[in-house]
C-alpha cells in the first residue's frame, strides 16, 4: 500500500519566512509532484521531480523551488512566503517513468497560513 | 501546455439521480484521463480512468466517456447516494509527469 507523508497537516508563518514543506514517499516512486489548492481553481502544478536532483517548473513556480536530494523526499521551498501562498498544499508520486501513466497517490495535505 | 475546463463547479441531486460533470481540454495530443474523488478533508483518490483508444469504461455505477474529436470527457454517476458527495476533479495527460486538472466539482447527493 503506497504511502505518501507530509510533514506537516497545518501550518501557520509569517510574511517573509522561510517555509519548509516536505513530502516522502515509500514505494520507490520515480516521479514527485507539488500542486497547490485554492477554491475554484482546483490543483496546479507548481513543480516536479522525475528523478532525484531533477526538477521541472510546472504551471505556478514563481515564488517556490524544490530540492530532491533523495529518491523517496521531494521538499517545497517558499523562499520568503507571502500572504498569497497562503494555500492547501497537496504533493503526490507516481512510480512510472516516460510513457506510462500511472495513477497519482496524494498526500493529505498541508493548509499553509502566511499571516 | 494543457488546459481543462470542467463544469458544472457545483451539482446538487438527489439520492437516486444520476450526476453528470463534464471536462473538456485543449491539447489533442493527450491521451490519459483520470478522474479523482476528493472527500472533505481527505486526500484525492482514482476513481476511474480512461485511455484515448477507450470510447466508454464503466465500474459499478460509475462510468466515463470520451469524445476525442471534441476534446470533452465526461463521469457519469447512477443511482447516486449520500456517500458520493465529494469534489470530483477531472484531469488530462499525454505523459506521466504532464497532468493538467481541472478546477473541480462540488457534487452534493441530498438524501
Known amino acids: 500500500d503506497v504511502k505518501v507523508t507530509q510533514s506537516s497537516r497545518y501550518l501557520v508563518k509569517r510574511t517573509g519566512e522561510k517555509v519548509f514543506l516536505e513530502c516522502v514517499q515509500d514505494?520507490?516512486?520515480?516521479?514527485m509532484f507539488w500542486y497547490r489548492q485554492d477554491p475554484g481553481l482546483g490543483l496546479r502544478l507548481i513543480y516536479f521531480?522525475?528523478?532525484?536532483?531533477?526538477?521541472e517548473k510546472g504551471d505556478i513556480p514563481e515564488g517556490y523551488s524544490v530540492s530532491r536530494e533523495k529518491k523517496e523526499r521531494f521538499s517545497l521551498i517558499l523562499e520568503s512566503a507571502s500572504t498569497n501562498q497562503t494555500s492547501m498544499y497537496l504533493c503526490?508520486?507516481?512510480?512510472?517513468?516516460?510513457?506510462?501513466?500511472?495513477?497519482?497517490?496524494f498526500g493529505p495535505g498541508t493548509r499553509l497560513t502566511v499571516t | 501546455g494543457e488546459n481543462v475546463e470542467q463544469h458544472p463547479s457545483t451539482l446538487s441531486v438527489q439520492e437516486g439521480d444520476s450526476a453528470v460533470i463534464k471536462c473538456t481540454y485543449s491539447?489533442?495530443?493527450?491521451?490519459?484521463f483520470p478522474w479523482y474523488k476528493q472527500e472533505l478533508g481527505k486526500r484525492p483518490q482514482l476513481i476511474i480512468d480512461?485511455?484515448?483508444?477507450?470510447g466508454e469504461k464503466k465500474d459499478q455505477r460509475i462510468a466515463v466517456t470520451l469524445n476525442k474529436t471534441a476534446k470533452h470527457f465526461s463521469l457519469h454517476i447512477t443511482e447516486t447516494q449520500p456517500e458520493d458527495s465529494a469534489v470530483y476533479f477531472c484531469?488530462?495527460?499525454?505523459?506521466?509527469?504532464?497532468?493538467?486538472f481541472g478546477a473541480g466539482t462540488r457534487l452534493t447527493v441530498k438524501p
Open positions: 521531480s522525475y528523478d532525484v536532483k531533477m526538477k
Open positions: 514505494m520507490d516512486h520515480e516521479n
Open positions: 484531469a488530462a495527460s499525454k505523459e506521466d509527469n504532464d497532468m493538467r
Open positions: 491539447d489533442s495530443a493527450s491521451n490519459y
Open positions: 503526490a508520486s507516481t512510480p512510472g517513468t516516460g510513457g506510462v501513466y500511472y495513477e497519482q497517490y
Open positions: 480512461i485511455r484515448s483508444n477507450v
